[in-house]
């Protein structure tokens, strides 16, 4: 149902941007453009730039998040006052119905092309239709763009982009994604005094984004589903809560991971393989780790790197290096003829690791062999003792704001003594599928349900850095 449901969506969302291209080809071409200028992203902003007669710098601005939004929209509307769409209900149209206007406006015989709109001359011409100066029709449209698109953004889809390789091979760096507020619930806004489309932090100065005087309890709205395990999920990170930042919930760091565990699950790590309720769990097909390479001598050359996705290489002798790929990369590697052996680097079993949850020596866990451990669940009540107090401390204390002392044996609740702890919300176990390039619930635990954003849908545009080229493979491509 989770996967059909995606689906569904996909099938949706992938012909309205179609629709859009249709419509922007129509319309170009009455501008005196070629229709295929349309087609190739970036390129085709600055064409609407130069229809409208603004100044190509305003692309610089497309890539500062928060104003890109407002910026974007205003272009837009910038670009259909100069085909003579001045009404409000218009611009409004072209924001929140892109996909039918642009298309409708394209065909229209009426529909024709005046001249570029942020020109003198154009305001001139046209001061009867317009009956406002330009600065006034600019703001007005900047307004009008910022409710549509925080609503836009807020309750039903929004775009993020992947910064590091924690998700490698699955999502690369310089993915760009559109995340489904709708699939789990929209989540209202809990700090509502905030800067538009800054998350936490202002653009440029770095100053808090927000303030937080006023913080609305937390609500969700009803969704299509639950979270399942195997959904790639964009959340708050949980240590934001921390000093030095103390961040509320909604405006805690967002974090893309794929859920391995749901309230209730009993999860372990045996080898690196997760096993959830004493089962296996699917291995993301795409996902890395680190491998221990010998070879006969000498570095692996470019095109090797390159074609299996070898990462994160270190050499230690002239035969020994240890480097990041995926599972069938390694299996490759391994048939050729200069390569002597590669095995998977897998932490002992036994051997404590102080950075991993929950930072206890009494649990001799390491990012290979972890657990087991039960996930809360909303209603489930927990036995406090010494060994379960190290992992549910936090829960209690941080996530459901709890006053909790221990005092040798005796541990109390907000004042009164208990032995048990009954959970208030539900709780999620996140893991990157770059299993030795990840920090996640491995290392800071379990996952609130408050903090959960919504769920990764697909890959709109990857861009990679490294080549300055756009993957075009990856584009319009489902996540799984």
């Given at each position: 149902m989770n996967i059909a449901t995606d689906i569904f969506l996909f099938t949706i969302t992938a012909p309205l941007?179609?629709?859009?291209?249709?419509?922007?080809?129509?319309?170009?071409?009455?501008?005196?453009r070629p229709g295929w200028e349309s087609l190739i992203p970036v390129y085709n902003i600055y064409i609407i730039l130069k229809i409208s007669g603004r100044s190509w710098w305003l692309l610089s601005l497309l890539l500062i998040p928060g104003i890109n939004l407002i910026v974007g929209l205003g272009i837009m509307i910038d670009f259909i006052k100069s085909y003579g769409k001045f009404k409000m209900s218009q611009n409004a149209a072209v924001v929140l119905l892109p996909f039918i206007y642009l298309p409708k406006w394209g065909f229209d015989k009426n529909t024709r092309y005046l001249g570029p709109s942020a020109s003198d001359d154009f305001y001139e011409e046209h001061h009867g239709d317009l009956k406002k100066s330009p600065a006034r029709?600019?703001?007005?449209?900047?307004?009008?763009a910022v409710v549509a698109a925080t609503l836009i953004r807020s309750l039903f889809i929004e775009a993020y982009t992947i910064p590091t390789p924690s998700m490698e091979s699955s999502l690369l760096v310089g993915d760009f994604l559109f995340v489904s507020k709708i699939n789990y619930g929209a989540r209202l806004p809990m700090t509502p005094v905030?800067?538009?489309?800054?998350?936490?932090t202002m653009p440029l100065t770095g100053g808090k984004a927000y303030w937080d005087g006023i913080k609305l309890p937390y609500f969700r709205l009803p969704g299509f589903g639950d979270i399942k395990k195997g959904d790639v999920v964009v959340f708050n990170y949980p240590m934001d809560a921390d000093s030095p930042l103390y961040r509320p919930v909604d405006k805690r760091e967002n974090y893309i991971k794929r859920c391995q565990g749901i309230p209730g699950d009993t999860l372990s790590l045996l080898n690196a393989r997760v096993y959830v309720n004493n089962k296996a769990?699917?291995?993301?097909?795409?996902?890395?780790?680190?491998?221990?390479?010998?070879?006969?001598?000498?570095?692996?050359?470019?095109?090797?790197?390159?074609?299996?996705?070898?990462?994160?290489?270190?050499?230690?002798?002239?035969?020994d290096f240890i480097l990041n790929t995926t599972a069938r990369s390694a299996a490759l590697l391994k048939q050729q003829s200069d390569?002597?052996?590669?095995?998977?680097?897998?932490?002992?079993?036994?051997?404590?690791?102080p950075e991993i949850?929950?930072?206890?020596?009494?649990?001799?866990?390491?990012?290979?062999?972890?657990?087991?451990?039960?996930?809360?669940?909303?209603?489930?009540?927990?036995?406090?003792?010494?060994?379960?107090?190290?992992?549910?401390?936090?829960?209690?204390?941080?996530?459901?704001?709890n006053r909790l002392q221990v005092n040798g044996n005796n541990i109390s609740i907000n004042g009164k003594a208990a032995n048990s702890y009954t959970f208030k919300l539900n709780y999620y176990w996140m893991m990157g599928d770059n299993r030795h390039n990840s920090e996640d619930s491995r290392?800071?635990?379990?996952?609130p349900e408050d903090h959960i954003v919504g769920k990764?849908?697909?890959?709109?545009?990857?861009?990679?850095?490294?080549?300055?080229?756009?993957?075009?493979?990856?584009?319009?491509?489902?996540i799984y």
């Amino acid at each position: 149902m989770n996967i059909a449901t995606d689906i569904f969506l996909f099938t949706i969302t992938a012909p309205l941007g179609i629709l859009i291209t249709i419509g922007l080809w129509k319309l170009f071409q009455k501008a005196g453009r070629p229709g295929w200028e349309s087609l190739i992203p970036v390129y085709n902003i600055y064409i609407i730039l130069k229809i409208s007669g603004r100044s190509w710098w305003l692309l610089s601005l497309l890539l500062i998040p928060g104003i890109n939004l407002i910026v974007g929209l205003g272009i837009m509307i910038d670009f259909i006052k100069s085909y003579g769409k001045f009404k409000m209900s218009q611009n409004a149209a072209v924001v929140l119905l892109p996909f039918i206007y642009l298309p409708k406006w394209g065909f229209d015989k009426n529909t024709r092309y005046l001249g570029p709109s942020a020109s003198d001359d154009f305001y001139e011409e046209h001061h009867g239709d317009l009956k406002k100066s330009p600065a006034r029709e600019w703001t007005e449209a900047i307004i009008f763009a910022v409710v549509a698109a925080t609503l836009i953004r807020s309750l039903f889809i929004e775009a993020y982009t992947i910064p590091t390789p924690s998700m490698e091979s699955s999502l690369l760096v310089g993915d760009f994604l559109f995340v489904s507020k709708i699939n789990y619930g929209a989540r209202l806004p809990m700090t509502p005094v905030a800067f538009p489309f800054a998350h936490h932090t202002m653009p440029l100065t770095g100053g808090k984004a927000y303030w937080d005087g006023i913080k609305l309890p937390y609500f969700r709205l009803p969704g299509f589903g639950d979270i399942k395990k195997g959904d790639v999920v964009v959340f708050n990170y949980p240590m934001d809560a921390d000093s030095p930042l103390y961040r509320p919930v909604d405006k805690r760091e967002n974090y893309i991971k794929r859920c391995q565990g749901i309230p209730g699950d009993t999860l372990s790590l045996l080898n690196a393989r997760v096993y959830v309720n004493n089962k296996a769990a699917i291995t993301p097909p795409r996902g890395e780790m680190e491998y221990m390479v010998r070879n006969n001598g000498g570095s692996f050359n470019w095109q090797q790197v390159y074609d299996l996705h070898l990462s994160d290489i270190q050499q230690f002798t002239n035969q020994d290096f240890i480097l990041n790929t995926t599972a069938r990369s390694a299996a490759l590697l391994k048939q050729q003829s200069d390569v002597q052996s590669v095995r998977a680097n897998v932490r002992l079993r036994g051997v404590y690791d102080p950075e991993i949850f929950p930072h206890d020596p009494h649990f001799r866990w390491n990012v290979d062999n972890f657990g087991p451990i039960i996930i809360p669940k909303k209603g489930w009540t927990v036995k406090l003792d010494s060994l379960s107090l190290p992992i549910y401390r936090r829960v209690i204390e941080v996530y459901e704001h709890n006053r909790l002392q221990v005092n040798g044996n005796n541990i109390s609740i907000n004042g009164k003594a208990a032995n048990s702890y009954t959970f208030k919300l539900n709780y999620y176990w996140m893991m990157g599928d770059n299993r030795h390039n990840s920090e996640d619930s491995r290392f800071w635990g379990f996952v609130p349900e408050d903090h959960i954003v919504g769920k990764a849908l697909f890959v709109w545009m990857s861009w990679d850095a490294e080549t300055h080229r756009i993957r075009w493979s990856r584009v319009m491509r489902m996540i799984y």
